[in-house]
């Protein structure tokens, strides 16, 4: 059961981070309202303080969280963007989620 904790906060970690730097980019690129940055800067802060839940070394769950990212952003280019991933796409998070995996859940003494 811990293992899937520790992957729904990851997940939720790069919702936090993806909706932190989505909100300025249609401000920027999208002629968007700067009032975005308000929830953007919210959302950044979760985002950081999320990354101080997980319980292992910082540069470990840094590594991690990286496949764990990949994946959700794919997930929000399909969902949020409306692009679906190609089969390479797919093939790349499953190998980010693979490395993600062994350096979060290996056996530690």
Known sequence: MPEIKTL???ALTAV??????YLPWL???QGGSAWLLLPA???LVLFVWLLTLHPSASGRIYAAYGGI???TALVWLWLVDGIKP????MGGAVVCLLGAG????????
């Open 8 to 10: 729904l906060l990851f």
């Open 16 to 21: 936090a981070e993806i909706v932190g730097c």
């Open 27 to 29: 401000w920027l690129k």
């Open 41 to 43: 800067a919210a959302s």
């Open 69 to 71: 990212y990949i994946s």
């Open 86 to 89: 190609s089969a390479w796409d």
């Open 102 to 109: 062994l350096i979060a859940f290996q056996p530690r003494g």
